[in-house]
Every structure is written in structure tokens, then in C-alpha cells.
């Protein structure tokens, strides 16, 4: 089944995918043959766009556009990272409470609505007293602890749902266990949703890592899209005419959202069977 949303999503990501993947070799072997674009004291700083340097030149002399191609791939290593981490946990989590009865389920339900509660950025305040470099894995692994709340949050919900169906009781007059019910009658039907959570967390991931550059949290030595319009941010490229160094980031962070959330709302389309009823009745 085509589904336009879908086509037009996973384009857009593959777009971004492209450019992380292949675009530094590309810049650095056609616009810069026999130069260090991401070295700093390379060129003169904040030149203007020219054909030399296409979004001009940053505050260490760097090119702009060789810093913004690179920026990509950290941020999505980041995204990802944190979202797997973030998902796995909380749907472990919301599949054991939701499947849980009694008090069991009562006192995970409390420890995931207080986390939910706790205010993060005062720990992270207290995290960046602690931690002296922060790197890419270190910021992913924080980032996907603090997110995992969430996901267990509405996946428990589901859980529960599917727990009453009359095709789980069937399964339970059948003999299966526990683990069996869980991994062959409650998964499978909630595989589209949990995707959707994950790129719900990655993408939260991604937006969480450029808030923390912008107010100094971030990893300070680590080009990211979020490092890019944290720095742009600190040195004024827009006053002085260099756009492109906080648009293209910016955007690239839109289009992996709107891409997502195309895939996303696709898939709910084709797996949803009320909305599906919907369109068709159009």
C-alpha cells in the first residue's frame, strides 16, 4: 500500500542521510582539495558567503558549510543513541507495569509519574559540575536516562489495554507463559506504536541536545547541529551577515523532525484501523 506521506518522509531523511553520510568527503575533496576546512585559523574568520566559502567563514576561521556536513552525523549518532536507550527502557518498564496487577503495578506507576515530575535541568546543572569532558556517548547516555520515563508512560496504557483481549486469554488457556504472552501477543501489535515512540525520542533527543549547547551544558568539543547555533548564537553571525551558519542547522533539524513525523503519521495511517476507515471514507 503507497502511502505519500511515507514516500515523502523517508526521502527527506534519506536527504539528510546523504549529506552526513557522503557530504564531508564531498566538500573536502571538490571545494577544499588541498586544505583543513574544519581546522581551526584556516581562514580569515566570519568572511562573508562568497564562491570560495558558499555560507562564509566562522569565528575560528573555519568554512562554515565543511562545519555544518559534519555537524550532522553527531547528531543523529546522538539522537539515535539516547532514543534507543530511552525506548528500550521505558518500554520494558511500560510493558512490565501494564502487564503488572495490584500493587506492583500501582508502585511503578508512582516511580514513573516522579520521574516524569523531576525537573531536569537542575540535575543537569548539578551533572556538568561533575562531569569533566562530555562527550558523545556521556551526553547520548544522559539524554536517554531522562528520557525513558515518557515511553513508559503511554506504552503501560497499551499494555493494559491489550492485556484484556480475548485472544491473550486464549493464549493463557493455552499454557503460555509470561514472557511468551508478552513477546508473541502484546509486541507484535505495538511494534508500529514503539516505533513511533522512537523517533519521538530521537528527534526529542536531538532538540535536547542543541538546548543544552545553547545554554552551555553541551558538549563543548564535539561539533554538533546544536553546537553550530549555540556558537552562532555566542557570536552574533547574524548581525554580521552569515545567515546560513544558523538556518542550515536549524533547518536540518526541521527536516529531520518533519521527516519523522511524515513516516510516523504514515504509519498510523496504514496500522490504525479507525483512521484508515477515515481516509478511505473520504
Known sequence: MKNARILIGVVMLAVILAVALIGPSVVDRVLFPDESPTSRGSYRPYQLASTAHPIGTDGDGRD????????ITPS??????????????????????????????TLLRI???????????????????YIERWDLYK???????????????????????????????????????????????????????????????????????????????????LPTLGFMIAKGFREGVIGVGLLGQMFLPAGALIVVFLSLNLINTGLDQIFNPRLQTTIEGR
Open 76 to 105: 543523529l549518532a546522538i539522537g539515535l543513541i539516547a532514543g534507543l536507550i530511552s525506548t528500550s527502557l521505558g518500554v520494558a518498564l511500560g510493558f512490565f507495569a501494564g502487564y503488572a496487577e495490584g500493587r506492583l503495578d
Open 111 to 129: 516511580l514513573i509519574d516522579m520521574v516524569l515530575v523531576i525537573p531536569t535541568l537542575p540535575l543537569l546543572l548539578m551533572l556538568a559540575v
Open 139 to 221: 551526553l547520548a547516555l544522559i539524554l536517554g536516562l531522562f528520557g525513558w520515563a515518557f515511553v513508559a508512560r503511554v506504552i503501560r496504557p497499551q499494555v493494559q489495554s491489550l492485556r484484556e483481549r480475548s485472544y491473550v486469554d486464549l493464549a493463557r488457556l493455552s499454557g503460555e507463559n509470561t514472557p511468551e504472552i508478552i513477546f508473541l501477543e502484546l509486541l507484535p501489535p505495538l511494534l508500529p506504536y514503539i516505533v513511533y515512540v522512537l523517533s519521538l525520542a530521537v528527534v526529542g533527543a536531538m532538540l535536547a541536545e542543541a538546548g543544552l549547547q545553547i545554554i552551555g551544558l553541551g558538549a563543548g568539543g
Open 64 to 71: 562554515g558549510l565543511a562545519v555544518f556536513v559534519s555537524s
